[in-house]
């Protein structure tokens, strides 16, 4: 116990330097904390937006259908097996029919997804309960706030859609705007008519026919025997994933620099102080105190240097990152275009994980530069320590 008090009086003898390399290795906790924080939060924060209101529990996928080839949208659908239509009468799954269209509004044509999604599910947030309200007999239609700024609609605004059916005759008909949501995620959004799905279904001829069906979040996915196809949630959200390990790596680079600057600090602070500290060792070494003592000692110097750092990052990391977490972080309108589904306010999120992972990891390498400089002493012998001499 002598050790780490001897050390820590040491430490703090050597008065602005000591703090000076605290405080340094403190901007390195405080930095590493609060951008992880960050990644993580927008991780978490995006994911739950897209599972409410996209994803789900998973997605049963018809044959052929993928999402990044607007060609492969006309032939992907097919009829829900027996299995699905078992959990959507148990309100376990909806099941959302996609096509294609073209929209004419002033003049103006513009490509669009038509989305027939169920009115009374309860299985995404989607506000499809409006789809339920109809004046003269003119379908309903539900749109995001982004596609009625590119599409200059408003509510109530009524517009045409033509499109191509099944049998290959193009046919077109009018739709009217009963609710304009504002949602955090782009993929329900962009350039998409949310459309009554019976309705959908009889337009283009695909009578109890689907492109996707989404489960519930705690409903099991089953075994259908036919050519739809489950996609899990670690399946539907790898772009996510993947999105913000590359923001996650491009942070590391951050990182690894600062820890390096910390570290070359504390390492030449010990280096020195060893050196113009030779007669004190030559004397506790005079005094009983074995080399492997001496070492230890030094090498606690350097680790006193850790947990002040630790506490002034405490001082002033603490304030900042409670205000971050509870009061968010207000991000630019144009982070909507990052395609993150963050909103306008991004909270933070830091781990117990997070946070003693990193001060350990910390605490390891500052041990280990401290013990670098120090582990020399292990082979001077005590009366050339009495006399002062190189090590």
Known sequence: MIIPVLAAKNTFRAGIKTWLNSFVLSLSIVTIIWLQGIYKGMELQ????????????????????????????????????????????KNAATPILITRGMLYKDGRVSPV???????????????????????????????????????????????????????????????????????????????????PLATLQGLFGLDK????????KNTQAVNTNDNWSFKNLDFLLQDLKTLVQAKTAGGMIFYVILIFLAMIAIFDTQTLSIFKRKKEIGTLMALGMTNGKVVALFTFEGIAYNFLADLIAFVYGFPLMYLTFTKGWKLPAATDSYGFALGDTLYPHYSLQLIFGTLIILLILTAVVSYLPARKISKLKPTKALRGSTI
């Open 209 to 216: 026919e689907a492109t996707i069906i989404v489960l519930g």
């Open 113 to 195: 997804l038509l989305k027939g999604i169920d009115p009374v599910q309860k299985i995404l947030t989607i506000p499809s309960h409006v789809l339920k309200n109809s004046e003269d007999g003119i379908i309903p239609a539900l749109i995001g706030t982004r596609m009625a700024k590119s599409a200059r609609l408003q509510k109530g605004d009524i517009f045409t859609v033509q499109w191509k059916d099944s049998k290959g005759a193009f046919d077109a008909i009018n739709f009217q705007v009963v609710e304009i949501m504002k949602t955090d995620v782009q993929n329900i959004d962009n350039n998409q008519l949310w459309v």
């Open 46 to 89: 995006a994911s739950k937006a897209m599972i409410d209101a996209e994803l789900g529990g998973g997605q049963y996928w018809a044959h052929g259908y993928d999402p990044y080839d607007p060609f492969s949208i006309d032939d992907s659908h097919q009829i829900i097996s027996p299995q699905l239509s078992e959990l959507i009468e």
